[in-house]
C-alpha cells in the first residue's frame, strides 16, 4: 500500500511539473511538431530568397539543418536554431557528412529569444499561431531589406511580397520594410517637398505637396529600404519620379523631372519630421 501511495505521489509530482514547464514557455517542443521540410521546397525557399554568397541564413525550428546545410552548399553561412537536442546532434552530423561544418552553427535554444539581428535571410517551417507570435519580432529586430521565408505557413494580414507554391506546397516570401510612416520634407532647386505617408508594413499611402500646391501621386512602392513614387504637378506640368533608399531618418535617391520636352535628373535628400 506505501509503495503504491509512493508511485501516486511520483506520477502527481511529474504531471504538476509538466504543466509547469508549458505554463513558463519551457515546453516549446511540443509548440511545433518535427516535420522535415521535402528537398524540393527547401530549393524554392532558397531560389525566392536568392541566397547566396554573403548571406547570412538563421532557420528558426531547424531540425535536422538541411535548410541551414543547403544554404551553406550555395556559398552562404548560416546557423540553425532548434530546441531538441536530438535535432541538433543531427543537423551536425550532416553538416559534418555535408562538408560544410565551417559555414554553418547549430543552437539549441528558445527561438523567441535568439539574437537574428545579424540575419540577411530568416528560414520557417512553423506553425501560423508561432508566425504571428514572431511577425513582431521580425519587424522589430531585422534589417530593412532582410527577407523571411516560410514553408506552409502565412503571417496573418501580413501580406507575402510573393507567395509561390511547389508540389502543391505553399511558400511566402516576406521582405522588411523600413519605417517610413510619418511627414518627410525635401527641396530640390529651391522647391520644397511635404510628404506624409501612412504605412501598413510594406503597403504605403502618399500625401506630397510643392509648397501648397497637392500633387497626385500614384504607383508607391516601399520594398525593404527602397522606396519609388510618381507624382505630377497640374499647375505646373512637372511628372516627377523620385526612387531612393531610406536610413534611418533619411531618404537619398534621384529624381526625374519632366515638363514637357525638358527633363532633369536631381538628387534629394529627405529627412524625417517629428
Given amino acids: 500500500m506505501e509503495t503504491r501511495r509512493n508511485l501516486t505521489r511520483i506520477l502527481l509530482i511529474g504531471i504538476l511539473s509538466i504543466f509547469s514547464l508549458a505554463s513558463t514557455g519551457r515546453c516549446q517542443n511540443l509548440d511545433v511538431p518535427y516535420v522535415p521540410t521535402p528537398a524540393q521546397v527547401v530549393s524554392r525557399m532558397l531560389d525566392v530568397t536568392h541566397v547566396g554568397p554573403g548571406d547570412y541564413v538563421i532557420d528558426l525550428g531547424s531540425g535536422d539543418g538541411r535548410i541551414v546545410i543547403a544554404a551553406a552548399e550555395r556559398g552562404a553561412a548560416g546557423m540553425g536554431i532548434d530546441l531538441n537536442p536530438e535535432r541538433i546532434r543531427e543537423a551536425e552530423e550532416n553538416a559534418l557528412n555535408a562538408g560544410v561544418t565551417d559555414k554553418v552553427l547549430f543552437v539549441q535554444g528558445d527561438l523567441f529569444e535568439a539574437d537574428i539581428s545579424h540575419a540577411s535571410v530568416v528560414t520557417m517551417y512553423l506553425l501560423n499561431s508561432v508566425n504571428l507570435r514572431l511577425r513582431p519580432v521580425l519587424l522589430e529586430t531585422l534589417r530593412p ?26 511558400v511566402y516570401l516576406w521582405i522588411i520594410p523600413a519605417r517610413v510612416q510619418g511627414t518627410w ?31 497626385a501621386v500614384r504607383d508607391p512602392v516601399l520594398s525593404g529600404e527602397r522606396i519609388s513614387f510618381m507624382a505630377s504637378n497640374q499647375q505646373t506640368g512637372d511628372q516627377y519620379l523620385f526612387s531612393g533608399f531610406v536610413e534611418d531618418n533619411t531618404i537619398n535617391g534621384t529624381a526625374h523631372i519632366r515638363n514637357g520636352e525638358d527633363s532633369a535628373i536631381e538628387s534629394w535628400t529627405a529627412t524625417f519630421r517629428r
Wanted: hydrophobic share 30%.
Fill in 145 to 170: 531589406g532582410t527577407r523571411v521565408v516560410s514553408h506552409a505557413f502565412s503571417m496573418g494580414e501580413w501580406e507575402p511580397d510573393l507567395h509561390t507554391r511547389v508540389d502543391n506546397r505553399n
Fill in 185 to 215: 520634407e525635401w527641396d530640390i532647386n529651391g522647391e520644397s517637398f511635404t510628404m506624409s505617408v501612412n504605412q501598413e508594413f510594406q503597403k504605403i499611402n502618399l500625401r506630397l505637396n510643392s509648397g501648397e500646391q497637392t500633387l
